[in-house]
């Protein structure tokens, strides 16, 4: 039989599934959102710490400043006062869907299985 | 005395300088409350069902009444207590169907902070309910039907109304002006947001030509309402009422991130688009255009992407220290996905506006 490390990632999984398989079904009606809202809550942790890296956003700031002078904050800002858009910066809106799929790869992924479904 | 606590302002055991209030507020001799009872929803402001025994005065007699307060933290968006009691009595005296506004106290000394009281309404508000209820497949087309008609009920009241002095008078087209709002209050943010902001550029440059502005609920969807055995009970949540183009107000409530997973019931998740666009018609003075309504659920994409990132900054720099709104504060990518997705669909359509 295999050892498990028992890794940040793995407390967090056996916390959500102790919640889920122990707790959840016997709780008042009134605590069952709350507890639902830990255990999403853990399982956003869980995927944060498992994250492999934010290729989009790297490409993408990468490309507006290759420099390396700016981040998220300059890049809302540009976008805001018209000093990066889509004539300046080909295909800027796919490239901002693919930062959005990133973040909800970690934040809510099942939201994003229903939309990749939808189309 | 049945008590159910969760306080923040209200505090259930100690009503009575509440009561003191009403009672001068009503003219009554004396007020009690027998009940004070947290309502579930509401993360700016808290709920409180309270049942009120009136002695003397006009309103003699025993009432249930909804105590509506501001919560710690507001958001720069919301109407504060005054201004949304002055939007119900309009909105009551146009009879839009709402919980009748009863009294209105600015004084943060009563209770902790200002409030409203209004009578209480049956039924349930919860949107996961409604549209989880097995009977919607009965009730849900009358009551979008209704919905449409409540909502050009309320895009009857136009200005200049002197009891709505109060509400700003856009300077800018109406579009252009819900865009500024939203920057506005994107100002101070904590996280950066580029595709939000790609987003409210787009909306910007892309404003439909501006129309006679009416009163606009700026909430009204799904979980805003309260519905008693399939019926409409009352329209809530007149917080983010504003003069403004009352598409707005049809693309929110047709927004999909306002159906709750029932996506394919495109109002609301109750019901489907022409359900609601019938009643409305059966009570507009001027109709919609339905064609305008996709630019606007992407405006009702941005506006919720906003003000998830302001309550998540109640929690990140607010000091309120909320699960839920930790969580919320996530929750923009998902409406900044939505809002790209329907850009990329309308300029697919090739009509001119859009390009």
Request: charged letters at 25%; hydrophobic letters at 45%.
């Amino acid at each position: 039989m295999a050892v498990k490390r028992i890794a940040a990632e793995t407390l967090i999984e056996l916390a959500v599934e102790t919640l889920r398989s122990e707790l959840q079904p016997v709780l008042p009606s009134e605590h069952r959102y709350t507890a639902a809202m830990i255990a999403n809550a853990l399982e956003i942790a869980r995927r944060e710490i498992l994250m492999e890296g934010e290729t989009a956003r790297w490409e993408l700031l990468d490309e507006v400043y290759p420099q390396g002078d700016g981040d998220m904050k300059q890049l809302a800002l540009d976008i805001r006062s018209g000093k990066v858009d889509g004539t300046k910066v080909p295909d800027l809106r796919k490239k901002l869907r693919a930062i959005l799929i990133e973040e909800l790869a970690i934040r809510n992924p099942r939201f994003l299985k229903t939309r990749q479904n939808q189309q | 005395m049945q008590v159910v606590t969760r306080s923040r302002t209200l505090d259930p055991e100690n009503l009575d300088t509440l009561a003191q209030w009403v009672a001068r507020v009503l003219e009554a001799r004396r007020v009690s409350f027998s009940e004070a009872t947290l309502l579930g929803g509401g993360a700016i402001q808290e709920n409180w069902r309270l049942v009120a025994d009136v002695e003397g005065g006009p309103r003699e007699g025993r009432h249930t009444w909804v105590l509506r307060t501001d919560a710690v933290a507001r958001i720069s968006l919301s109407l504060d207590r005054a201004g949304e009691f002055g939007v119900l009595k309009a909105a009551h005296a146009a009879g839009v169907a709402v919980a009748e506004p009863i009294a209105r106290c600015a004084d943060p000394e009563v209770i902790g902070a200002p409030f409203l009281i209004q009578a209480y309404v049956p039924g349930i508000a919860q949107a996961r309910r409604i549209v989880r209820d097995p009977a919607l497949k009965d009730f849900g087309e009358s009551l979008a039907e209704r919905l449409g008609s409540e909502l050009a009920r309320i895009h009857s009241i136009t200005p200049p109304r002197e009891d709505l002095s109060f509400l700003p008078i856009p300077m800018l087209p109406p579009a252009r002006n819900e865009v500024a709002k939203l920057r506005n209050a994107l100002k101070g943010a904590t996280e950066p947001r580029p595709a939000l902001e790609y987003v409210l550029a787009w909306l910007d440059a892309h404003a439909p030509k501006p129309e006679p502005i009416t009163l606009v609920h700026g909430d009204f969807r799904t979980g805003n309402y309260i519905v008693n055995e399939g019926r409409l009970g009352a329209i809530l949540d007149w917080e983010f009422a504003h003069w403004g183009d009352r598409h707005e107000d049809v693309g929110w409530i047709m927004a999909r991130c306002w159906r709750f997973g029932n996506d394919a019931l495109e109002t609301g998740g109750i019901a489907s688009r022409e359900a609601f666009y019938r009643g409305y018609r059966s009570a507009a003075a001027m109709p919609i255009d339905e064609t305008l309504i996709p630019y606007w659920e992407i405006m009702a994409a941005a506006k919720w992407a906003t003000v998830a990132v302001l309550q998540g900054d109640r929690y990140r720099k607010g000091g309120e220290n909320s699960i839920e709104l930790a969580l919320t504060g996530l929750m923009p990518p998902e409406m900044e996905l939505d809002a790209l997705d329907g850009i990329e669909a309308l300029i697919a359509t090739g009509d001119p506006r859009w390009q």
